[in-house]
């Protein structure tokens, strides 16, 4: 069974520090992985998602995360955190569908952030 | 730009109504999902749907119950609220294609029974 674990459910920064959010997996299968970012009272969106081309992903907003294997970890960085970073940050993991096209999403339970001026 | 929509963004209900909430996009998506989101227990499926008329249960379906009848729309029903219903719902669409299709998201109904 695939599952995911955030290592953290708060972080707080100062501002123009650098971002650290940990995520691990674990998966019998090649996993999809992704990070959702959700601001206060906004929907669920699309960061980043790694999908087996390159380890290193780039997402929007200047993060970016690294996928590696040996440690099974999805860790999300940014080099220098923003006001407008502080949000709801979850890691999810794909898990393949015992029929059909459908595609499940197992959801990590979140890290906020906070960004201290 | 892509598109989901959700019927309500506050709602009030008290326990024992029939409740709807109702989900639209518009990016031709075969997937609908409906999920419910929960302090410290991250996002959980309720169900999902992956053609019109085709519905799966998720991790969490009881109590609640959906309607495709149209591609765009994925309804979700509370045939009898209850006060641990109260929840932010989340509805999404995607794409048919395997493991790596991204997740649209609508802005959520925060629902309250009383």
């Known amino acids: 069974a695939q599952s995911v674990t955030q290592l953290d459910s708060h972080v707080s920064v100062s501002e123009g520090t650098p971002v650290l959010l940990r995520c691990n997996y674990s998966?019998?299968?090649?996993?999809?992985l992704f990070w959702y970012v959700q601001h206060p009272n906004k929907g669920l969106q699309l960061l980043l998602k790694?999908?087996?081309?390159a380890t290193l992903v780039k997402g929007i907003n200047g993060f970016e995360a690294e996928f590696k294997k040996s440690e099974t970890s999805f860790h999300l960085t940014k080099p220098s955190a923003h006001m407008s970073d502080a949000a709801e940050y979850f890691c999810?993991?794909?898990?393949?569908?015992?029929?059909?096209?459908?595609?499940?999403?197992?959801w990590g339970l979140g890290t906020s952030l906070a960004v201290n001026p | 730009d892509v598109k989901v929509t959700q019927s309500s963004r506050y709602l009030v209900k008290r326990t024992g109504e029939k409740v709807f909430l109702e989900c639209v996009q518009d990016?031709?998506?075969?997937?609908m999902f409906w999920y419910r989101q929960d302090p410290g227990l991250g996002l959980r499926l309720i169900y999902f749907?992956?053609?019109?008329?085709?519905?799966e249960k998720g991790d969490i379906p009881e109590g609640y119950s959906v309607s495709r009848e149209k591609k765009e729309r994925f309804s979700l029903i509370l045939e009898s609220a209850s006060t641990n219903q109260t929840s932010m719902y989340l509805c999404?669409?995607?794409?048919?294609?395997?493991?790596?299709?991204?997740?649209?998201f609508g802005p959520g109904t925060r629902l309250l029974v009383l």
């Open positions: 998966s019998s299968y090649s996993p999809s």
């Open positions: 790694y999908t087996s081309a």
């Open positions: 999810v993991v794909s898990d393949r569908a015992e029929a059909g096209n459908n595609r499940k999403l197992i």
């Open positions: 999404a669409s995607s794409s048919r294609g395997g493991r790596t299709e991204t997740q649209y």
């Open positions: 749907s992956y053609d019109v008329k085709m519905k």
């Open positions: 990016m031709d998506h075969e997937n």
